[in-house]
């Protein structure tokens, strides 16, 4: 069955400084969607990519698809304490019914 | 405008005890719907998505099941918890099988 693997599982980072967080594909992704959730809370759309190379930004936030559809990062620059929280890719499962399937995760602390 | 609203928040449950979660959206009809759950450390897991009314798809065998009574309208039951039914429960919708997800608020069950 896919799998999504995500790194790092923890980040700490000091505001102001960029970072990235990988999301890998045991298959090719058909569709691949990143959210962010704040702790205990439900999740947030951010980005939805699925064109291989393709690229969207939103604020500071930017998301790429490598042109083998097997990978994503997601890049933030100049973080602030606002991005605080858990991010999440998932990919289509491809059902037919949307079924999304997620990686376990990274928690992205952010110190002022 | 779309809304989704799942309740409760946080919910303590005794082990043997049914367990009953609701999630409503409003402003759309004839949406997905979805029921995920999120273990401590690990990344969500769809456990029922829903295309119609009384048309309910089990993705992983468990100790729960789910109906949905009316277009908008899905429920998470148990009829009785089990100590490894803990964890974050998400309610989701999305417009067809190709939209993003939008997700609820979530309820944090623990089973004691």
């Known amino acids: 069955s896919q799998e999504l693997e995500q790194s790092p599982q923890s980040l700490i980072v000091q505001e102001g400084k960029n970072l990235t967080i990988n999301c890998t594909s045991s298959?090719?992704?058909?569709?691949l969607y990143w959210y962010k959730q704040k702790y205990g809370e439900g999740l947030i759309f951010l980005m939805m990519?699925?064109?291989?190379?393709e690229e969207k930004s939103h604020e500071k936030i930017t998301a790429k698809l490598d042109e083998k559809k097997q990978q994503s990062s997601l890049h933030i620059t100049a973080s602030q304490p606002s991005h605080a929280g858990i991010y999440l890719c998932g990919a289509d499962a491809q059902t037919g019914a949307n079924n999304l399937f997620f990686g376990t995760g990274t928690r992205l602390t952010v110190i002022p | 405008s779309q809304t989704i609203h799942q309740w409760p928040a946080t919910l303590v449950q005794p082990v043997g005890s049914p367990l009953s979660l609701e999630c409503t959206v409003e402003g759309t009809s004839n949406p997905n719907l979805y029921w995920y759950r999120q273990a401590a450390g690990r990344g969500l897991q769809l456990l029922f998505y829903?295309?119609?009314?009384?048309?309910i798809s089990s993705e992983v065998p468990q100790n729960l099941s789910a109906s949905r009574p009316q277009d908008r309208q899905f429920i998470l039951s148990s009829k009785k918890l089990l100590l490894s039914d803990s964890g974050f429960y998400l309610c989701?919708?999305?417009?067809?099988?190709?939209?993003?997800?939008?997700f609820g608020s979530g309820t944090q069950l623990s089973v004691l």
């Open positions: 298959k090719t992704l058909y569709g």
């Open positions: 990519l699925q064109k291989g190379g």
């Open positions: 989701a919708w999305s417009p067809n099988a190709v939209e993003k997800l939008f």
């Open positions: 829903s295309i119609g009314i009384d048309q």
